[in-house]
Structure formats: C-alpha cells, structure tokens
C-alpha cells in the first residue's frame, strides 16, 4: 500500500516536471518564432524574457516600414504553433504522448495569444498597430473551432464521457 502511494506521488511529481517543461518549450519557441519572423523583415531583434508561462520579445526596424510586419510579427507564433501542433495532432496515433505536446501548444501557446482582447496577448498587439479585429476575431474562432473539436472528438472516441 504505501509503495502504491508513493508511486503515485512520484507519477505526479515526474508528469507536472514534465508539463512545465513542455509548457517552458513551447513558451520558448513561441518567442523565437517572434524573433525569426523580425529579423526576416530586416529588424534588429531578441528575447526579452522567457518565464513558464509568458515571456516578451523586442524588434526595432532601423527604417520606416509598414504597419502590416509588425501585425505579421505579432500573428507569427500563434500561427505557425496552431498549424504544427494540429499536424503533430493528426500525424501520431491515438495514444501517443505527441498528442499530449500538441494539446500544450495550443492551450498554453496558441489560445492565449491569439484571444483578441486578452490585453498582452499577440492578437491584441496586432489590433492595437492596425490589425483589422474582425479578421483577428475570425482567427481565433477557426482556431477555437479546430482545438475544440478535436478534443471533444478525443473524450467522444474514447467513450470518457
């Protein structure tokens, strides 16, 4: 019995060290696709900080460009995070961890810097320089739509409900 607890208490331990890193990962990335994305536009660009669960990036452009790199810049990460986590989602089996890595990505990554009024988040930034918000709006409710339907395919298939 109590080597049942502690194995349970140590399962717990491993999988929550593991989900920070995950989260730390996808977090990481999420900022360098920032940083990519800039300097692709010929800005001047880094890593401000990287915390588990936010961090913050800087670009300075050394002329005038137009508004729509720094709407780009901003959209970037949610992007491209939303398109590999879904082809991480579709490409590995039912019961593979993979699938786990791509749920992280979209709800720690994608869904809170894509929500449009979450103020801080990316999206909301892109509204702020100029974005159009019923298209950043749109965005996120394909986004939400594809996530969701997922998972709730997932707890339907797996009879879990």
Same mark, same amino acid.
């Given at each position: 019995?109590?080597?049942?607890?502690?194995?349970?208490?140590?399962?717990?331990?491993?999988?929550?060290?593991?989900? @920070? *890193? &995950?989260?730390? %990962?996808?977090?990481? /990335?999420?900022?360098?696709?920032?940083?990519?994305?800039?300097?692709? +536009? =010929?800005?001047?660009?880094?890593?401000?900080?990287?915390?588990?669960?936010?961090?913050?990036?800087?670009?300075?452009?050394?002329?005038?460009?137009?508004?729509?790199?720094? @709407? *780009? &810049?901003?959209? %970037?990460?949610?992007? /491209?995070?939303?398109?590999?986590?879904?082809?991480?989602?579709?490409? +590995? =089996?039912?019961?593979?961890?993979?699938?786990?890595?791509?749920?992280?990505?979209?709800?720690?990554?994608?869904?809170?810097?894509?929500?449009?009024?979450?103020?801080?988040?990316?999206?909301?930034?892109?509204?702020?320089?100029?974005?159009?918000?019923?298209?950043?709006?749109?965005?996120?409710?394909?986004?939400?739509?594809?996530?969701?339907?997922?998972?709730?395919?997932?707890?339907?298939?797996?009879?879990?409900?």
């Amino acid at each position: 019995m109590i080597k049942k607890v502690i194995s349970v208490i140590l399962g717990i331990i491993l999988f929550g060290i593991i989900g @920070i *890193l &995950i989260t730390q %990962a996808s977090t990481t /990335i999420h900022e360098e696709i920032h940083v990519i994305v800039a300097k692709l +536009f =010929g800005a001047d660009a880094g890593i401000n900080k990287i915390d588990v669960y936010t961090g913050s990036s800087s670009y300075e452009f050394v002329k005038d460009v137009s508004k729509s790199y720094d @709407i *780009l &810049i901003a959209m %970037a990460p949610s992007l /491209i995070l939303f398109f590999v986590a879904w082809y991480i989602w579709e490409s +590995f =089996g039912e019961n593979s961890i993979m699938r786990a890595v791509a749920l992280v990505m979209w709800l720690y990554s994608v869904f809170p810097s894509s929500f449009p009024i979450l103020p801080g988040s990316d999206f909301y930034y892109a509204i702020q320089v100029g974005a159009n918000p019923i298209f950043m709006w749109i965005i996120w409710i394909f986004i939400s739509g594809v996530v969701w339907y997922n998972i709730i395919e997932e707890i339907e298939d797996r009879k879990i409900f």
